[in-house]
């Protein structure tokens, strides 16, 4: 096909986003040559890799220049660079014995070299790859018949054998005159049937197939080098994923060749139904990441990252079933950091590093210990299994680590291989090294192998790590205030292909989707208004329990809404207001399906209902009958809801904010849901045609709680157990005033008392060793500690902690005294529990009464009060240039004085 070059000496002029676009594509395909003006010049080639990283690329320094000794070659080649190109005047001058033939290329101008054929003779087994400078007219159409013999008689010296490495000589034509000539297509498909590439260079290269500038399409050229003996004329092409495993076997087209070259994502043609754009129905997308040809041009592979469940319609991973072993226990422990069962040891693993820690160690020492072949085998898998455990724990895949080998397989400078003095066993054990030993040793031992049952919880303490603000660094204060990070580009990538997917078909996509993630089966996605009163029957208790907590969040939420009209008059004559009006029309989000969450229902239905908004929708996964719960549809009715559609997750999202068949479009959409309803509501809220707005980023429940010596310790460990127990990434946190150590003693062992007699155990105990306890000398350093951390719940469990709210400033809602448990508020006292999380509190409130308001002003000025502000507007419109607004007020003030 063609080799790219870009000169990096222009760099400025290489920054838009045009030119991004053609880098990426052109990293589909193969290796681009980075041009430079010498060695010197390398820095040249990191800052051109941090604004466009590329996986594979050459060297080219393009000016002439004396070598000293080859330092900066080999440092180039450490660095990755996968083939250095040195000119022919330089080759022979120089020892490059110690560099690999893989790694060099030789260029070489056709007129200038008097005797080219002695000198491939004498390089043959040495260099893998040649450049030929040719000189051609600019107006010839194609190449000459004597040159491209010319080129295949060099082409056959240069391939007597193959490269030591394996594969053969690569050679690359350079045409002088390749920017002016607009036959490149036709000359790309000659030098193909000879096995010869073009270099060509970025300037001359486009992905628009109706550019009419003479440039060369980078998809045609791909396309006009293959070649098929199909009558349908279509191309084999295999799917593998980034390790190169097979997913499947499908066709591509020309057409579809572009469109993927253009897109980067997996385009494939379907014999069927056309061009296929794999992942548009199912969400399963692909993200394209190299495009490679056979060694006879016939078939393709496509190196992709798959998305959504698997390749295959069968919801297996690949067409040939799901994988094993590695990739096998790979997606298993993905799969278990998303969501884990109840007691899963590996979740454990994930939420205790230090326990993580301590495996790898023991199972490292094991193998070291095993002699037999199946002793290796058996620890070797063990040690597998917690290192790709901690790699994923930290975002790393099988992937990274193959690419990272790649790296280190470049590298010509060797590692001495030397073992680190801790853990050379030749070397003399000094004190130090023994004391390191035997804390690993003590650490070991303290680790069971078992999976953990919730008996076994039971028997193990659950405790909080502690810290002393008196003894901690900056950096270590830091890094408390900060919560886990959220990837969440994978989980978005996920769920636009099923909003899409809604968007496009409106209910189908919706009863689709349901049967898929809920397994139900729906003849309609909602339920509309006046509800059945069978489908909203409650036992008595229930009944007056939502009654009562209806009541409460009403009161307080009713006297949040100012009604009154704000009118001010600025200045003689000139009057302005400010006034309150519903938003129209709001979706209300309610996890459900087995939950049951009237809570939920009731803290975004009520401000909804007392803000006035004309249409209340609520959404809620169905239950495995296909019916909302009785008490999310029993708030449903109370709060004058429209209709309740039967779907969770990013679909539901999805039909609320762009509307189906059935569902009312809405204005903006309130409430919690897990890391995919999160995802597609700011999906929906960042894209201008949904038009719709949420209430609030959200993250991982969390509870700060300040205690002093006055504390009641059972209170304390109930109120951090209520919020740990929401999740396995909760984060609860103890800020204990100048604690005793009894004191603090009494709240740790009522934490481990009361969490392992909880029906939540297996949860609290994976979320209450990652949160924390930090002592701290004075009330004020708790205060500011709390500020800094602006958790999503705050209780105030202190000797008249009522005299503290006003220093609380950063808090989604604070609990004030002993008898103020966070759970009065999750329910029925009457403030809302729809907070901002993950300190966010900085910026946000709760949900209330002014979520469902916007606010419009409005002025009116007299004839005196414009007489008078005149002059002022006119001004300023005069300063900024803005002449119309000039002359609308100019035109008036005329008038005014006659």
């Not at 022979?92 to 790694?103: E, G, K, V, Y």
């Not at 230090?354 to 085998?377: F, G, Q, Y």
């Not at 009060?865 to 900024?880: D, N, Q, S, Y």
């Amino acid at each position: 096909m063609f080799l790219p070059t870009i000169d990096l000496s222009e760099q400025e002029k290489l920054s838009n986003a045009h030119f991004s676009d053609l880098v990426q594509s052109l990293n589909l395909l193969g290796d681009i040559i980075l041009n430079i003006p010498t060695l010197a010049d390398s820095s040249l080639i990191k800052k051109f890799l941090e604004t466009h990283p590329i996986d594979s690329y050459w060297v080219n320094p393009i000016k002439e220049q004396e070598f000293t000794d080859n330092d900066s070659i080999i440092h180039l080649l450490d660095q990755g660079t996968e083939k250095i190109v040195i000119s022919s005047s330089k080759i022979l001058s120089l020892n490059f014995d110690h560099i690999p033939a893989d790694r060099l290329a030789v260029s070489i101008n056709l007129d200038q070299s008097k005797d080219i054929e002695e000198l491939i003779k004498k390089l043959t087994g040495s260099v893998s790859a040649y450049l030929i400078t040719l000189s051609i007219n600019s107006s010839t159409e194609s190449l000459s018949e004597d040159l491209i013999q010319n080129l295949i008689n060099l082409t056959k010296l240069s391939r007597k054998g193959l490269l030591p490495s394996g594969g053969q000589t690569k050679i690359g034509i350079i045409l002088s005159d390749t920017d002016n000539h607009n036959s490149s297509i036709e000359i790309i498909q000659q030098l193909s049937e000879i096995s010869v590439d073009l270099v060509a260079n970025i300037r001359s290269l486009t992905l628009d197939p109706t550019d009419d500038k003479g440039l060369i399409n980078i998809s045609e050229s791909l396309i006009c080098t293959l070649n098929t003996d199909r009558s349908d004329g279509l191309f084999t092409t295999l799917v593998a994923d980034e390790r190169g495993e097979a997913l499947g076997i499908v066709y591509s087209s020309a057409e579809s060749i572009r469109e993927a070259l253009k897109t980067r994502t997996g385009v494939y043609q379907s014999r069927k139904r056309g061009l296929w754009r794999k992942g548009a129905t199912s969400g399963a997308v692909q993200k394209l990441n190299k495009v490679q040809v056979d060694c006879d041009g016939d078939s393709l592979r496509f190196i992709v990252k798959q998305y959504g469940p698997g390749f295959c319609h069968l919801n297996t991973r690949t067409c040939f079933g799901n994988g094993k072993g590695l990739t096998a226990l790979e997606q298993t422990l993905q799969s278990r950091k998303e969501s884990a069962p109840p007691g899963s040891y590996t979740a454990k693993l994930f939420q205790s590093p230090d326990l993580l820690h301590s495996k790898i160690m023991e199972e490292a020492d094991e193998l070291c210990s095993a002699k037999t072949k199946d002793e290796i085998a058996w620890e070797a898998a063990d040690l597998i299994y917690f290192t790709l455990a901690k790699c994923i724990s930290n975002g790393v895949s099988l992937a990274d680590i193959e690419l990272h080998l790649d790296k280190r397989s470049k590298k010509i400078t060797r590692r001495p291989g030397n073992a680190k003095p801790k853990w050379d066993v030749n070397a003399t054990n000094t004190d130090e090294t023994l004391t390191l030993q035997n804390d690993e040793n003590k650490q070991q031992e303290s680790q069971t192998k078992p999976v953990p049952t919730s008996s076994s919880i039971k028997n193990e303490t659950i405790k909080m790590q502690k810290f002393n603000l008196s003894e901690i660094s900056v950096t270590q204060r830091t890094s408390l205030l900060q919560r886990p990070i959220i990837k969440s580009d994978d989980i978005i990538a996920r769920v636009r292909p099923i909003m899409d997917d809604v968007r496009k078909n409106g209910d189908a996509a919706l009863i689709k989707l349901t049967e898929k993630f809920d397994g139900v089966k729906l003849e309609s996605p909602v339920i509309s208004a006046p509800f059945s009163p069978e489908a909203m029957a409650l036992d008595e208790s229930t009944r007056l329990a939502i009654d009562r907590a209806y009541d409460n969040i009403y009161k307080f939420h009713d006297a949040q809404y100012d009604r009154s009209t704000l009118v001010v008059e600025t200045m003689p004559g000139v009057v302005c207001s400010r006034f309150s009006r519903p938003i129209e029309r709001v979706g209300l989000y309610v996890p459900g399906g087995t939950a049951i969450l009237p809570s939920t229902a009731l803290m975004l239905g009520i401000p909804a209902k007392v803000a006035g908004c004309k249409q209340i929708v609520f959404a809620s996964p169905p239950r495995k009958d296909g019916t909302v719960v009785p008490e999310i549809l029993y708030v449903a009715h109370k709060v004058g809801a429209s209709k309740v559609v039967l779907a969770g997750g990013s679909q539901a999202v999805a039909a609320l904010a762009y509307g189906t068949e059935s569902v009312p479009k809405v204005d903006k959409i309130c409430g919690p849901g897990n890391q995919y309803v999160t995802a597609a509501k700011m999906v929906a809220q960042n894209d201008s045609s949904a038009l719709t707005s949420i209430d609030m980023p959200a993250g991982p429940s969390e509870l700060l709680v300040i205690a002093d010596n006055t504390s009641n310790p059972a209170y304390v460990a109930s109120d951090l157990l209520s919020q740990a127990e929401h999740g396995v990434d909760s984060q609860v946190v103890l800020v204990a005033v100048s604690l005793t150590h009894e004191h603090l003693a009494k709240i740790e062992h009522e934490i481990h008392v009361q969490a392992s007699v909880l029906p939540r155990v297996n949860i609290v105990s994976q979320s209450i060793p990652k949160s924390f306890i930090l002592q701290v000398n004075t009330l004020e350093d708790a205060v500011k500690f709390s500020n800094d951390y602006a958790p999503e719940h705050l209780i105030l469990h202190l000797d008249k902690a009522e005299d503290l709210l006003e220093k609380i400033e950063n808090a989604g809602s604070v609990f004030v005294g002993s008898y103020s448990p966070e759970s009065c508020g999750d329910y029925a006292s009457g403030t809302n529990h729809t907070l901002p999380t993950y300190g966010y509190a900085r910026i946000y409130s709760g949900v209330n009464t002014l979520t469902f308001l916007k606010h419009i002003t409005s002025q009116q000025l007299t004839k005196e009060g414009l007489h008078k502000l005149g002059t002022t507007v006119m001004r300023l419109a005069e300063i900024e240039e803005l002449e119309a607004h000039r002359n609308a007020v100019q035109i008036r003030i005329k008038d005014i004085e006659g």
